[in-house]
């Protein structure tokens, strides 16, 4: 129960609001707002009730299972996620309004939006409570989709549609990635139950790269270095999105999941270490770049690509305190940057302008705002009194475990986050006042408060996230050591380590002239090599080798039977070359007896190589029928003279149907086949190389035939020797009359049934065809690809 | 001496004779019914696939395996599993054309009987124990679709893409019919089983002859099945033929043909797996890569959509490939996931072909996905929904049958060692997301061409088909619990 009900609420959500669609915009927003706020609440009740699991069959014959547990790491994400949806839902249902009126589309546009808030959020709350590795992917997909939906909800902009489809691809790749590492562990361990896969897990080469496989996933979903560049192009979104997916939910579940796996990451220094510069190298880039940026929310996702590299760099350390520290800092990180993206959401909002450099000076008219994001801001800077710096205090204390070359990185890191945060909301409220504002109203501030106020008393009351981040931890450490981050008036490292990022930060503000123009060409080389390159670059190539492929595929006849002989002959080749040659293929001799034989195959074999060369249809059908007569004789010298009879007979036949649908062709048509341009010598000598390569095989493969014994005694030897009982003078006569007496009936009748149909069909053949025949023409104007192949001619 | 008859067993064939003889009524029927009562035939046919699917049902409970007509035909569960999700799709397919028909046209006369045809020869094909029955059974199936692929006797496309698949089929027949008689001078049978007894502990597995003649049959089998590289008609047949049939072509001739592959491989010739499952991962990781890059910049839906079943018939082939009978495990989960898959494909195929047809316009097919599909959700939001749920099934997006089907085809592949099949899989899968993909987005991101029109009512059998496809694919997706089961409980390849 404890387990059911904020899932249900959470998942039931989506059809909830969009039932309330149905009344219109305004209750579908106030049901996203309260079925948030029932889920969150939900999740709080089940944590004070202790958490709980739950497992049911899903499809038992296959040990497939629905397995969920409300625990530790479960209760902080979900929290994350219902806690700052309502507020962004609540921010939503004020802004979207006004966002849909600025581009002209009709109010009902807004329902499909908290539809598809709540849709992630439920995602969102399923992924967290999986046990279940294939659950988790589930949902992670369900996420992925969302998110889609969200990013390109403005859609009429291209921007927001490439934007929504690049995320899509890149998260894309990590399901992929994903979808391999869980089947890796499936067939290692039996089961996709995460809990029982931690059990049975023993380091080991296999192991490492499945757990390799879904971290990278999970660090795509993070954007982290090289996989972050899909992030800064989601800001297309409207602002609630940004303030949601890439705050609390979406970005989130990457760390989330690595959390989720760590004992499995934990078994693996190397992975550890791989996480580790990894999380450096997103925190250190993405921080620079955040300081180059001019756009706001450009800065705050930048921001987020450091912050999140942050919480990898603490999980990488590989210590209780790392854990638990990575736990508390997406808590404090989520509340301040949701606060913030809904800051510059309403700042663009009341002035019109996204860019630091058209803004400034706003406290003026937004003094409460200023205060409030100031707060947030403050506690991404990670200054005291708020939660941020806690959550600074436990990173300082897992890097400095690890030693000081890491506590220095953290230090560098911290400065430049302060830096940037201080670029960002000094750039919006102090200085010279730039931009015109109107006066905000009530709902796209008040949200902004609420988050400030949690910041703060974070700040003061630490004991509830730190709570959150040690139930957290422990999914991961059973043994956890209690950090208990407080206030310490003292001269401990951290302190002093704190002391020195803000000296640091204060530097780094004040010589921004010096720096900027590096970091500027830094973020410049970014984009022209960058994996955002690489990205556009890979789609180009796919693109390319698919009409490569296309193009291979040629439309004429020739190469489609060349492209079923070549493959044909390299497969029964294979066949033949993985059989043992001893034995299998046998030379007889040759007598003066066998001559009329050999002369009779040589023709045949002279008929063939004839057919190939001319041009004009009669000459090919005489030479075609030359092989047939001449393979007609050589039956008749091996002692088949019926054989050699219905070879005749059916030779005779289609050589006189050929000559008559020749005689019935138009002479036009004949005309262009037998003078049009002769094919390209590359195609004609590919021709010649298929026809030799198709008939080395068939010719090994009679071969191989001829030298071997029939199997058994045939059905023909019974029949011979039951000829005489059934009164007849040869077996064929037995056979036909006989043997296969009721068959041959079937077929007289058949035979005849067809006749009279045919003379019926031939007797009333005068029908109205005209009108058929106008529209076929007018169809093969219309297509393309016939057109197409007459050129290609 | 006397040569005995062999018993004759009609009850075991009964969905088959049911079949047949539906057909034979409905093409006298045909003679007597005045052209605008025709669609009636349609609904005779409809009546005819549910009788036959309730004979399925009855042989299911009764006493199965059972072998009728000296062991050339084989009753037993797989075979009537997959003739129940043949008759469904030809019973889905029935339901697309009758409308479809006479929107475009192209008057019935011996349309339906040709289907119900065609469909006994897919049910013959799903019971064939023997390689002669197997050919024949083939013949009836393939004698039906050519003319059925021509059945637009005004369109040029149509006429072309008939004679390029009787062309390249009969050639195809070619190898198939060297094949066989290849394998039969090497073990002097042409039965399933017999071939089993004869291969089981002999020097036979050596020969070249049976090799040989393995490698050619598999190519009439990749053929049928669309197997790169011999899938070279399958864009222009699938295009150039009535929607309403390529729809039931793609998914009645497939399910059937791998069934008797499947048949074919882990009944008669489990000896020889080492060869057979090597050459069918050759094709399976041709096919996926192929079928699936091909697909990307096809701008016409039916040409996509017949390069994306060439890509599934790939990850079918990879269960396929795991089939091996020396382990049991992995054997019941491979060959159960090939009846899954077989059977999620049906719906969700179907579905996507069921969209095409309801969008085709008298005058215009509407298959242009620039310009066509651009903007549907805003015209028809139903529609374009179904589509959505279609492509992304097809994709294998979790929640719908097609995740569902590939997630227990690769790990099928895994447990059997073939992680390589499961890695180009999966990354396969991810690349043919982009085609599918791009078909959602154009539908809700394009601007409507045609936004001026009103759009199309979609008749009654039509919706019956998009609404029966849509439960089933997402229904499998989320609680597959009962068809997964009913393919474990298909798992019985006779073979005494």
Redesign the interface.
């Known amino acids: 129960m404890t387990v059911l009900l904020p899932l249900l609420l959470a998942l039931g959500a989506a059809p909830v609001v969009l039932v309330a669609g149905v009344l219109g915009a305004r209750p579908a927003a106030w049901a996203s707002i309260v079925m948030a706020a029932l889920a969150c609440g939900a999740t709080l009740w089940g944590r004070w009730a202790g958490g709980g699991a739950l497992d049911v069959a899903w499809a038992p014959s296959w040990g497939l299972r629905l397995t969920f547990a409300l625990d530790g790491l479960a209760v902080l994400y979900a929290l994350l996620a219902t806690g700052i949806g309502v507020a962004v839902l609540l921010y939503s249902a004020r802004y979207l309004p006004l966002h849909l009126e600025h581009q002209g589309r009709p109010a009902r546009d807004a329902i499909r939006f908290y539809a598809l808030i709540v849709l992630f959020m439920g995602a969102m709350v399923g992924l967290v409570m999986a046990q279940d590795l294939l659950l988790i992917f589930v949902f992670w997909d369900l996420t992925a989709i969302a998110s889609y939906y969200l990013i390109g909800y403005d859609r009429h902009k291209a921007e927001s549609r490439a934007a929504a489809l690049m995320a899509l691809l890149v998260t894309g790749i990590s399901a992929v990635l994903l979808l391999i590492g869980l089947l890796l562990l499936q067939a290692l361990y039996g089961t996709f139950a995460l809990p029982a896969i931690v059990e049975r897990a023993t380091p080991g080469p296999a192991q490492t790269l499945a757990a390799g496989l879904i971290a990278a996933g999970a660090l795509v979903k993070s954007a982290q270095v090289p996989a972050h560049f899909w992030l800064p192009r989601a800001m297309a979104a409207p602002t609630p999105v940004s303030a949601y997916l890439h705050s609390a939910a979406m970005v989130a579940a990457g760390v989330f999941l690595l959390g989720r796996i760590y004992p499995l990451l934990r078994l693996s220094p190397f992975l550890l270490d791989l996480l580790l510069v990894v999380g450096l190298l997103s925190m250190i880039f993405g921080s620079v770049l955040a300081l180059t940026r001019d756009v706001l929310k450009q800065i705050l996702a930048y921001s987020t690509i450091a912050q999140y590299g942050y919480v990898v760099v603490m999980l990488s350390l590989g210590t209780s305190a790392g854990v638990v520290g990575a736990a508390f800092y997406v808590i404090a990180h989520a509340l301040a940057k949701s606060a913030l993206f809904l800051t510059a959401g309403t700042v663009t909002e009341v002035t019109g302008e996204d860019r630091l450099s058209r803004l400034g000076g706003q406290w003026r008219g937004l003094p409460v705002l200023a205060a409030a994001s100031g707060v947030a801001a403050a506690g991404l800077g990670a200054l005291p009194l708020t939660i941020g710096f806690f959550k600074d205090e436990l990173f300082f204390k897992a890097a400095l475990e690890r030693g000081w070359p890491f506590a220095a990185l953290a230090t560098l890191g911290a400065a430049l986050t302060l830096a940037y945060v201080w670029h960002f909301w000094s750039g919006i409220f102090l200085g010279p006042l730039r931009g015109e504002a109107g006066r905000p109203p009530l709902p796209l501030v008040a949200p902004i408060v609420a988050l400030g106020l949690l910041v703060a008393v974070g700040g003061v009351a630490v004991a509830p996230a730190a709570d959150l981040a040690e139930a957290a931890g422990r999914v991961a450490f059973a043994d956890l050591q209690p950090v208990e981050p407080a206030y310490h008036l003292d001269a401990r490292p951290e302190n002093l380590l704190a002391l020195a990022t803000y000296a640091l930060a204060a530097t780094i503000i004040a010589a921004r002239p010096r720096w900027f123009r590096l970091a500027a060409a830094t973020a410049r080389l970014g984009e022209r090599v960058g994996p955002e390159r690489w990205y556009a670059a890979g789609l180009v190539r796919l693109n390319r080798s698919s009409r490569a492929l296309l193009a291979l595929e040629v439309r004429d006849l020739r190469s489609r039977i060349a492209t079923v002989l070549v493959p044909t002959a390299v497969l029964v080749a294979i066949g033949l070359w993985a059989t043992p040659t001893e034995g299998a293929f046998r030379v007889g001799r040759i007598t003066v007896t066998d001559l009329p034989t050999v002369l009779g195959l040589l023709l045949a074999a002279v008929g063939a190589l004839v057919a190939t060369v001319p041009r004009r249809p009669l000459t090919l059908i005489l030479a075609l029928s030359s092989v047939g007569y001449s393979l007609a004789a050589v039956f008749a010298f091996l002692g088949a003279p019926d054989v050699a009879l219905v070879a005749v007979l059916i030779e005779t036949i289609l050589t006189l149907l050929f000559l008559g649908v020749l005689a019935l062709f138009p002479a036009e048509l004949l005309k262009d086949q037998a003078v049009g341009p002769a094919p390209r010598p590359s195609l004609r000598w590919r021709n010649v190389g298929v026809g030799l390569g198709a008939g080395a095989f068939a010719f090994a493969v009679g071969w191989a035939t001829l030298s071997q014994p029939a199997a058994q005694e045939s059905v023909a030897v019974q029949h011979i020797r039951l000829t005489p009982a059934a009164h007849a003078k040869d077996v064929v006569t037995a056979i036909l009359a006989d043997f296969r007496g009721l068959d041959t009936m079937g077929e007289i009748t058949v035979i005849a049934i067809a006749l009279l149909g045919i003379a019926a069909l031939l007797g009333r053949r005068e029908r109205p065809m005209a009108s058929d025949e106008r529209r076929a023409t007018s169809d093969e104007r219309a297509s393309g690809e016939e057109k197409r192949r007459r050129e290609g001619r | 001496?006397e040569?005995a008859p062999p018993p004759f067993d009609l009850g075991a064939i009964a969905p088959f004779l049911i079949v047949a003889v539906g057909a034979m009524i409905a093409l006298l029927a045909d003679l007597f019914i005045p052209p605008a009562r025709r669609p009636a035939l349609g609904y005779f046919a409809l009546g005819t696939t549910l009788v036959a699917i309730g004979a399925c049902v009855w042989l299911w409970g009764g006493a199965v395996p059972r072998l009728a007509f000296a062991n050339m035909i084989a009753v037993d569960r797989f075979g009537l599993f997959v003739t129940i999700v043949t008759l469904i799709g030809a019973a889905l397919s029935i339901l697309l054309s009758v409308d479809f028909l006479q929107e475009q046209r192209l008057g019935y006369g011996e349309y339906f009987p040709l289907m119900l045809f065609t469909v006994s020869g897919m049910i013959l094909l799903a019971f064939a124990n023997d390689l002669i029955t197997f050919f024949i059974a083939l013949e009836i199936l393939s004698l039906g679709l050519y003319i059925l692929a021509g059945s637009a006797?005004?369109?040029?496309?149509s006429?072309?893409s008939a004679i390029?698949y009787f062309?390249?089929g009969s050639?195809?027949f070619g190898?198939l019919v060297y094949g066989t008689s290849?394998i039969y001078?090497?073990?002097?049978?042409t039965n399933f089983t017999a071939l089993r007894v004869a291969l089981e502990g002999s020097g036979?597995t050596?020969?070249?002859?049976l090799?040989?003649g393995?490698?050619?049959v598999?190519?009439g089998f990749a053929?049928k099945l669309a197997l790169a590289?011999?899938h070279?008609?399958t864009?222009?047949v699938y295009s150039g033929a009535p929607t309403a049939v390529t729809a039931f072509m793609s998914v009645g001739t497939k399910v059937a043909t791998f069934a008797a592959l499947l048949r074919l491989v882990t009944g008669a010739l489990p000896a020889l797996y080492a060869?057979w499952s090597n050459?069918l991962f050759a094709l399976a990781i041709v096919t996926m890569i192929?079928g699936n890059?091909?697909?990307?910049?096809q701008r016409n839906i039916k040409r996509m959509l017949a390069y994306s079943s060439i890509g599934q018939a790939g990850y079918v082939l990879v269960a396929v490939v795991a089939s091996d009978t020396t382990q049991p495990g992995v054997n019941d989960?491979a060959q159960s996931s090939v009846l899954f898959y077989l059977l999620a494909y049906t719906f969700m195929n179907l579905g996507a072909f069921a969209v095409v047809v309801a969008l085709a316009r008298p005058d215009d097919e509407r298959l242009d996905l620039d310009r066509d599909y651009a903007g549907l959700a805003r015209r028809q939001p139903l529609l374009a929904a179904a589509m959505a749920v279609f492509m992304?099934s097809l994709g294998g997006?979790?929640?719908t049958a097609g995740?569902m089907g590939k997630?227990?085809v690769?790990?099928a592949a895994?447990?059997a060692g073939y992680?390589p099949l499961?890695?180009v899989g999966?990354?396969t899968?991810?690349?043919a997301?982009?085609f599918y993909?791009r078909v959602v987005?154009r539908m809700?991101?394009g601007e409507s061409r045609h936004a001026e029109e009103r759009p199309a009512r979609v008749p009654v059998p039509l919706a019956v088909v998009l609404a029966v496809c849509l439960v089933a694919t997402i229904q499998f997706g989320i609680?597959?619990?009962i068809p997964?089961?009913a393919a474990?409980g298909a798992l019985t390849i006779t073979a005494p």
């Open positions: 001496m040569i006797r005004g369109r040029a496309v006429q072309e390029k062309l390249l050639f195809s190898f290849l001078g090497a073990t002097g049978t036979l050596d020969n070249p002859l090799l040989a393995l490698a050619l598999l190519v053929f590289p011999f070279m008609w864009p222009d060869d050459a192929l890059l091909a697909a990307i910049t989960a992304l997006i979790p929640l995740f997630l227990l690769f790990r895994i447990e992680w499961a890695v999966v990354l899968s991810a690349v997301l982009a993909l987005v809700y991101a609680l597959p619990a997964l089961d474990r």
